[in-house]
């Protein structure tokens, strides 16, 4: 724990880690795929963004869920269901080469994953103090990135030569099953004794708060706004880039191939392992806003014109693509406070501000596809690229807005200073009272 690294969650992390990477297989070549069996870029995308959408109304539910059922039923819930899908996609809707089965069963399959990973992030909001939440949150993150980003990109740019794309489909399915036998032998129960009492329709009414509070509190709305646009690119580009850098389709350059798309990408994701933890702790130690705003909005804008227009100038040239991805990368992972500012923003509520922030975790997995969906066949890939950096700048002013109360710090982000200002307050455990269940002190299969 003084690396912000709960010990009891461990189990948790590499669960998330292993789990994703089967999740994150497909990301790097899927729509490219797609686009090879004769369906246009903009069916893939939509495949993509109709994927996101169930997405957002998964992550939506999975905060309420999580606290009514119990994190870890509701892991295993999401888990199993991703598992029986990507088995109907690959034995069913992609040899039957019908779209409307495809864009179905694909689009379910996204309720699996936001279920998984961020009923976990309601585990971690019950067992971390507020004063080294935004670190635990970066270690996450880093789990999340180690598996879609550094895993899920660079085994496929390897299994494509060997097995090809629709191989390589099938060697997800091993990892999201050892991250579901983790989660059920390792990941410590929870239970919640308020909701254990509630009826139905007062449970229906608590899952509707991670909506409504959208609509009550006007800081969480701004934060939702933020939230969803910092991960547009990590969404949008896996759609984009592989046909934007590896064809000729929509004014594409082909500079490089499908595996060297690969391994930028999935070196963007090394990079935001290590930029999930050193945000994590520079936000608990020098403000989460003033952080996301310059390093994490500017960073990206930088960052995703960086990606087209590299290759426009300097053609296949792998070292700067890999240079900017440092930059997107960083940019990316300054956003890991997120995740503690929306129980920050609403402390009497919280398990319905972290529905609202996984509702608009989800909501950028249906952005960023969309963006590039509407946008590719009238602007193209540069309309595309401007759209997303033009975002990000809007996202730097609206921060200016969000003031949580940040232990340590006043409500503009400003370091208090005095004795015990940072010290007593960030020890201060989040209590229960009802919102929140308390872990269970041991861990159970």
């Excluded at 919640?192 to 509190?217: C, D, Q």
């Excluded at 990408?265 to 130690?285: A, K």
């Excluded at 590299?310 to 997120?338: E, H, K, Q």
């Excluded at 996202?395 to 503009?412: A, C, H, M, N």
Aim: positive net charge; contains cysteine; charged residues 10%.
């Amino acid at each position: 724990m003084s690396i912000g690294l709960p010990r009891k969650l461990l189990a948790g992390f590499i669960a998330i880690a292993v789990f994703m990477t089967g999740d994150g297989f497909e990301l790097t070549f899927l729509s490219k795929y797609i686009v090879d069996q004769g369906f246009s870029s903009s069916q893939a995308s939509l495949m993509f963004t109709m994927y996101g959408l169930m997405a957002a109304v998964a992550g939506w539910a999975s905060g309420v869920l999580a606290e009514m059922f119990g994190a870890k039923r509701i892991m295993l819930i999401g888990a199993i269901s991703w598992i029986c899908l990507h088995l109907v996609f690959l034995t069913m809707a992609l040899p039957s080469g019908s779209y409307a089965l495809m864009l179905a069963v694909y689009a379910m399959r996204g309720v699996g994953y936001p279920l998984f990973i961020y009923s976990f992030v309601v585990l971690i909001s019950q067992t971390v103090d507020p004063g080294k939440l935004a670190t635990a949150m970066g270690w996450f993150w880093t789990s999340y990135s180690f598996g879609i980003g550094v895993f899920g990109a660079y085994l496929p740019s390897f299994t494509i030569g060997w097995v090809g794309e629709y191989g390589s489909l099938w060697l997800s399915l091993p990892f999201a099953v050892a991250g579901l036998l983790i989660c059920l032998a390792l990941v410590p129960s929870t239970r919640n004794e308020k909701t254990e009492g509630m009826s139905a329709k007062e449970k229906f009414h608590e899952l509707s708060r991670g909506a409504t509070i959208l609509v009550e509190n006007r800081q969480i709305a701004l934060a939702a706004v933020v939230r969803v646009i910092c991960n547009l690119t990590l969404y949008g580009f896996p759609v984009i880039m592989p046909l934007y850098l590896a064809t000729h389709t929509n004014g594409g350059g082909a500079w490089f191939e499908v595996s060297q798309w690969s391994q930028i990408w999935g070196f963007q994701f090394v990079v935001t392992v290590f930029g999930n933890v050193f945000w994590g702790r520079m936000g608990d130690r020098y403000g989460w806003m003033r952080q996301m705003r310059w390093f994490g909005c500017w960073g990206c804008v930088l960052g995703t014109l960086g990606m087209y227009y590299i290759p426009r100038f300097f053609g296949g040239n792998m070292a700067l693509m890999c240079a900017d991805a440092i930059v997107l990368g960083l940019g990316i992972s300054a956003f890991v406070p997120m995740g503690a500012i929306f129980p920050a923003l609403a402390p009497e509520h919280k398990g319905a501000a972290i529905s609202a922030h996984n509702l608009a975790s989800g909501l950028t997995t249906f952005f960023g596809p969309l963006i590039a969906t509407v946008l590719i066949s009238t602007v193209g890939y540069s309309g595309v690229c401007w759209a997303y950096a033009g975002l990000y700048a809007v996202g730097s002013l609206i921060t200016v807005f969000i003031r949580p109360k940040q232990p340590g710090f006043d409500e503009r982000g400003r370091r208090l200073k005095g004795k015990g200002a940072t010290v007593l307050e960030s020890r201060k455990p989040l209590e229960s009272s009802g919102e929140l269940a308390q872990p269970e002190p041991e861990c159970r299969g």
